[in-house]
């Protein structure tokens, strides 16, 4: 209804994740917005950030060779048991508890690295996806929402991807590419500045992982100067003082400024409503699979 209103009245717009609550709605923004000739972008913005051109940056120098598989957690651990309640930003607004576990971890979280795969690997062609609710009980609040969600993404380029949403397992936000020659991947998709990893998949690597004597004392260090295991890659962007030391940091304002910069160009926006309504076909199919599982040929595309 926000966005609509916006639109209607000649504004362009730049929505907050999801764009809608279903992908009829979605399709209707991004044809008004097409019909006002004016520009609809949006959230998540992440894979504007340094971490992620990062990887696009490795990606365009072959250095793990042909992508083919990706491994995606945004697993947040038992949120309801973590005092969610007490929950408030620096402003001192609440956290939207009942709101937060109606939504689901899917739809608010999927889409993170949803957006990252499409800008790596193209769009997706069809989903094939599982989603329960596990813990209806949460705190006060009783949920049929989903808090568990699994799923394939095909990407038409060839790359297939599994990506899991949860908040009910052990927390785990990492993100793995494989490749004919390596893995490339991070660890943290709400932090602007995460680090990148590379490990090659050289002989020296194949043949000592897992081997018991790499757990001895200074051996990971020197398989690692050795050229085994996995190395940390310099980002695109140093990373401020101020940020090292912090957990989660999300520069919500660099696709306002994208968009504000494609305005000015006369260019699309990287984060354009197609793109958006893209994201939202996959979060949805992923959200609404069900415990009987669910295969979802795609429509859109950007």
């Given amino acids: 209804e926000v966005v609509k209103f916006f639109l209607e009245r000649g504004k362009h717009v730049y929505s907050e994740k999801p764009l809608a609550d279903n992908y009829p709605q979605g399709k209707a923004l991004i044809a008004l ?6 520009y609809l ?3 998540p913005c992440t894979m504007l950030g340094p971490t992620a051109r990062t990887i696009q940056r490795e990606l365009d120098k072959n250095i793990i060779g042909k992508p083919r598989l990706v491994y995606a957690e945004i697993d ?4 309801d048991l973590m005092r969610c309640e007490q929950w408030k930003s620096k402003s001192g607004t609440p956290w939207p508890v009942e709101n937060e576990f109606e939504v689901g971890c899917t739809q608010e979280h999927a889409g993170y690295y949803i957006a990252w795969m499409l800008r790596f690997f193209g769009p997706a062609e069809r989903v094939v996806a599982f989603s329960k609710c596990l813990k209806p009980e949460k705190l006060s609040y009783k949920v049929s929402t989903p808090d568990f969600s699994v799923g394939i993404i095909y990407f038409k380029s060839g790359v297939v991807a599994r990506l899991t949403n949860s908040i009910y397992a052990p927390h ?3 993100f793995t590419i494989v490749g004919d020659k390596g893995s490339l991947g991070t660890d943290n998709c709400f932090h602007t500045y995460a680090p990148v990893y590379h490990e090659d998949f050289n002989p020296l690597n194949l043949r000592t992982y897992g081997h018991p004597f790499s757990k001895i004392p200074g051996m990971k260090t020197a398989l690692r100067i050795a050229g085994a295991r996995k190395k940390r890659l310099k980002l695109v962007e140093k990373v401020p003082l ?12 660099i696709g306002i400024d ?3 910069t494609a305005i000015q160009e006369g ?3 990287k984060l354009s409503g197609d793109f958006l309504l893209h994201i939202n076909e996959i979060i949805f199919a992923l959200h609404h699979a069900g ?9 859109s595309g950007f």
């Fill in 76 to 79: 947040d651990g038992p949120v």
């Fill in 242 to 253: 101020r940020y090292r030391k912090i957990k989660q940091v999300i520069d919500f304002g």
């Fill in 291 to 299: 415990t009987g599982g669910d295969i979802v040929e795609l429509e």
């Fill in 267 to 269: 260019r699309p926006a």
């Fill in 172 to 174: 785990n936000h990492r």
């Fill in 41 to 43: 972008a949006g959230a």
């Fill in 33 to 38: 917005a097409r019909e006002k000739n004016l």
């Fill in 258 to 260: 994208e968009m504000a």
